[in-house]
């Protein structure tokens, strides 16, 4: 069983920032992928960002140069740092833990980017 405590989202103006951070406690794996996805209304979700237990990272191509992702191992928590916010960006954001060939998905947090 894995729990999750997520915070950071809310709303921004556009060019904005924002840091989404993802704290995973339970049974837990040193060998993992975590990872973020989003959810805009009426579409379907998408890849983000992720990062490997080495620390290899991958992006989309929407968010590269734009958004961060990092982890502390110690805290199995896992974070995005989001710049240069776009409205296209508004979306439900979506921790993602992929270990011992299991999915498991956070609660979601809302990120509306509006002037």
């Known amino acids: 069983q894995v729990h999750w405590a997520e915070s950071g989202g809310g709303l921004v103006q556009p060019g904005g920032s924002l840091r989404l951070s993802c704290a995973a406690s339970?049974?837990?794996?040193?060998?993992?992928?975590m990872a973020w996805y989003r959810q805009a209304p009426g579409k379907q979700r998408e890849f983000v960002a992720s990062?490997?237990?080495?620390?290899?990272?991958n992006y989309a191509d929407s968010v590269k140069g734009r958004f961060t992702i990092s982890r502390d191992n110690a805290k199995n928590t896992v974070y995005l740092q989001m710049n240069s916010l776009e409205p296209e960006d508004t979306a439900v954001y979506y921790c993602?833990?992929?270990?011992?060939?299991?999915?498991?998905w956070g609660q979601g947090t809302q990120v509306t980017v509006s002037s």
């Open positions: 993602n833990l992929y270990q011992l060939m299991r999915t498991y």
């Open positions: 990062m490997l237990t080495g620390g290899s990272t």
């Open positions: 339970g049974s837990i794996s040193s060998i993992k992928t």
